[in-house]
């Protein structure tokens, strides 16, 4: 499974990592860091006044693969 993660830091210089659960994936990284940018715009996610999504700092892909056992 490919899963797109996306880092950000926070109002107070904390690191919050977002993970959409529904993605294209075959972004590329100059589509990704735009959509991050509107991303961050939206001031509707905080926790005790601070925001969440302040800066972009990064954004990978991670990939999971499963062995089936049985």
């Known amino acids: ?3 797109l993660h996306l880092s950000f830091s926070n109002s107070i210089g904390g690191k ?3 993970k959409p659960l529904l993605s294209n994936g075959d972004l590329t990284g100059e ?3 735009a959509k991050m940018d509107e991303f961050k715009k939206l001031t509707i996610f905080q926790k005790d006044g601070i925001l969440l999504f302040q800066d972009s ?3 990978k892909y991670v990939i999971t693969t ?3 056992l049985f």
């Open 66 to 68: 499963e062995d089936e």
């Open 31 to 33: 589509e990704v860091h």
């Open 16 to 18: 919050h990592t977002f």
């Open 1 to 3: 499974m490919k899963q």
């Open 57 to 59: 700092l990064s954004a």
